[in-house]
């Protein structure tokens, strides 16, 4: 059996360097940030908006990060749903993979960039094909960790297995 220091490596090497859903989602997220802070600056947002903002920063609850989409599912009264996949036993390394930090401070406009979905339906036909596709590579990569992370957990994994079946890991394993 593996130790959960040196499964922790794996699972980071498996998902940052063999799992290619993995860096389409943060092109997906990036993305996603980038239609959601346009649509802050550009449409949301007025000249006077912007001036009541810089006078009276206090008053105006603001966010330097806003969530994706929460961990339940919506439903919108048509059976649509966004389904997000969990992690089993696996600790992300980064803060949250559903949060997108904003690079300076807004206004509080939703609760999570899904939630554009009922307030505006204009920004929603932009940002929604972006969002879709972000959870789809996200979905996909998870589901990959998961059966990596089952495999690695199995008490006749070794890293001498590792070595021996999958080279091509053991050696980025290494590197």
Not at 46 to 65: A, C, F, G, M, N
Not at 85 to 108: S, T
Not at 117 to 126: A, G, L, T
């Amino acid at each position: 059996m593996i130790s959960k220091d040196i499964q922790k490596k794996i699972l980071g090497v498996i998902r940052e360097k063999m799992i290619p859903e993995y860096k389409n989602s943060l092109f997906y997220k990036e993305k996603l940030k980038e239609e959601f802070v346009r649509y802050l600056e550009e449409d949301y947002m007025t000249e006077r908006d912007r001036e009541l903002i810089s006078k009276y920063p206090d008053h105006i609850k603001q966010v330097d990060k806003i969530p994706i989409s929460y961990y339940r599912y919506y439903g919108n009264g048509s059976g649509e749903e966004i389904k997000l996949e969990h992690f089993k036993d696996y600790q992300m390394r980064d803060d949250d993979d559903m949060v997108i930090k904003l690079d300076k401070n807004f206004p509080v406009v939703c609760d999570s960039i899904y939630s554009l979905k009922e307030i505006d339906k204009k920004e929603w036909r932009k940002i929604g094909p972006l969002l879709h596709q972000f959870v789809n590579a996200r979905n996909s990569y998870v589901k990959k960790v998961n059966i990596a992370c089952e495999f690695l957990g199995h008490k006749n994994t070794t890293v001498t297995l590792i070595k021996n079946e999958f080279p091509e890991l053991y050696k980025l394993y290494k590197s």
